[in-house]
């Protein structure tokens, strides 16, 4: 099943790489769910079909890959959240509970959880509140808001291994510029026009609403739109 429905593209083949897509997003790694490392990240996956095949084929050491799309880093110095926990070498229990924290964040990379410029953890991320500065580009599982005991565990771990046991938020090691535009968020801005740009909210790759001092204008033209900024919240 798990060779012949996806080599001959059927609905089923459809269904497995969508369960093994959904999976990779809840593990929040770069692999595939059969390319990791059971021991490492089979207690971020839920108890499904293809989690128990996972670990079958783990305890046969049966090696087996999907071509499926990865998590990618969105700029210089950013990387996937689940990484930094697990070369963090935290426990098992608390790397589960991280990563419910950043499910319900809606948080794949660092960069989901820190600011515009890449020097600092956004407010309502070390709150453990969810951001509606852009839209998600993924469908996350639903999940119940951890409790604060796993909040405060959020906020020593970041402390800790980002901004150097400091209170401020402020990151040791700012990002760099962002390999792309990140159209998903709400507000763009050009800083050679000094035009915001609020994209539109059914089509994120068209901003469509600037402002000049207060006042609504055109669209921005194409050559712009390629060094916009993206700005999290207004």
């Not at 128990?52 to 090696?63: K, N």
């Not at 509970?97 to 515009?116: E, G, K, Y």
């Not at 998600?136 to 951890?146: F, G, H, L, S, V």
Request: charge should be neutral.
């Amino acid at each position: 099943m798990l060779l012949r429905h996806p080599a001959n593209k059927t609905k089923t083949g459809a269904f497995l790489e969508a369960v093994l897509q959904a999976h990779q997003l809840e593990t929040g790694t770069s692999y595939g769910l059969f390319q990791q490392v059971y021991a490492n990240t089979s207690i971020l996956a839920s108890d499904t079909w293809a989690n128990r095949t996972w670990s079958e084929l783990d305890s046969l050491s049966i090696h087996l890959e999907f071509d499926s799309p990865s998590l990618q880093p969105l700029c210089q110095g950013d990387q996937l959240l689940v990484d930094l926990f697990i070369n963090s070498l935290v426990d098992q229990l608390t790397l589960k509970w991280l990563n419910w924290c950043r499910i319900f964040l809606h948080a794949v990379t660092l960069s989901d959880i820190v600011n515009a410029e890449g020097t600092a953890i956004t407010l309502k991320a070390w709150k453990g509140l969810r951001a509606d500065s852009c839209s998600d580009w993924y469908q996350w599982p639903r999940t119940a808001r951890p409790s604060n005991q796993w909040w405060t565990a959020w906020q020593q771990w970041i402390s800790t291994h980002l901004t150097g046991h400091s209170n401020r938020r402020r990151l040791s090691s700012p990002l760099g510029p962002r390999h792309s535009v990140d159209l998903s968020w709400k507000w763009q801005y050009s800083p050679s026009t000094g035009r915001l740009a609020a994209s539109n909210p059914r089509f994120f790759h068209e901003p469509v609403s600037l402002f000049i001092d207060g006042v609504k204008s055109s669209k921005l033209d194409q050559a712009h739109i390629m060094e916009l900024v993206s700005l999290p919240a207004l």
